[in-house]
């Protein structure tokens, strides 16, 4: 729900505390009091970030169990990017679980798709499917694979997990919703590792040229990849600059933290002519303490002790 003031002015107030600025986009800065302001934009308090965060909580229990009895999996990244994706699925998008296809709901692409587990958690919690079947992932026969089925899964929108193509998609569901006079939105999750395929590039390139206002790119800036630290592998730094030179509206935050999510898909909702990048600073493995910041545990699932310690943690 809006207050009914006018964004502009909510800018402008904003821009007048540039002391303790932490976000930079393109043409001005965002400060923590500009983030209480943009959160005010569309009903967020206390109880709804408890709420949230309960929903985040459940995830992440989700995947340590599904990643426990699979025996294999993308652990990290799926832990990290799971308030992000509570916000969205239990905040941001319009969706009818007894529609899938509804063809005016809000798409979310998992760009980096080998953070499935997470996906598989939120369509299950969310009702497009019976919790009972997270317990198939990776099993032979189940539509719950490694990376996502989009034939197979009610509620994924893309098979993804070659990295790059869930950004081009995305921007490609985007242009069909302006022709077809569609007021979806669509969301691209994508990884900092993933930055460094040039397909990414390309894709951003055409976001701005198309003045897709209706997109949102979200990355998962956790600093690390499938075999170390992304800035040691290749740097895609600085990551909101690059967008913003794209000519996107970039800003950054803290992944973890409810009121810039929501404040930052608030921002991006209310932007005109150009899509909007959040670049989320995040802990790869976020939530459970002998995973957190360990880039081993990339590709790595939980023994059964290790669940159980986790979900201990996690509690
Ligand atoms: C085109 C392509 N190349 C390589 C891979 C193998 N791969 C899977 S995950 C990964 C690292 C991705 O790192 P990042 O995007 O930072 O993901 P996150 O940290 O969020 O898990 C790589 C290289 C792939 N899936 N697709
Ligand atoms: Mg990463």
Known sequence: MHLGV???????????????????????????????????MHEI????????????????????KMLGQAGSGHTGGSLSAAD???????????????????????RFVLSKGHAAPLLYAVLAEKGFFPREDL????????????????????????STGSLGQGIAWAIGMALAGRLDRKDYRVYALLGDGELQEGMVWEAVMAGAHYRLDNLVAIVDFNGLQIDGRVEDVMSPLPIAAKFGAFGWQAVEIDGHDYRQIM???????????????????TIKGRGISFIENLVDWHGKAPNPEQVAQALAELM
């Not at 709804?48 to 340590?64: P, S």
């Not at 404040?263 to 600073?281: H, S």
Request: hydrophobic share 35%; proline share 6%; charged share 25%.
């Open 45 to 64: 308090n206390e109880q709804v970030v408890a709420e949230l965060q309960g929903k985040a909580r459940v995830l992440r229990q989700d995947i340590v």
């Open 84 to 106: 992000i994706v509570a916000c969205l699925y239990f905040w941001e998008m319009k969706l009818d679980t007894r529609n899938p296809r509804w063809p005016d709901r809000d």
């Open 135 to 158: 317990a198939g992932l990776r099993k032979f026969g189940s539509p719950l694979q490694g990376h996502p089925d989009m034939k197979k899964v009610p509620g994924v929108e893309a």
């Open 6 to 40: 006018p964004f502009s002015f909510k800018l402008s107030k904003c821009n007048e505390d540039r002391n303790n600025t932490h976000v930079f986009s393109q043409g001005y800065s965002v400060s923590n009091q500009c983030w209480e302001v943009l959160a005010g």
């Open 263 to 281: 404040g930052a898909l608030n921002l991006a909702r209310e932007t005109r002519g150009r899509p909007t990048a959040i670049v989320a600073r």
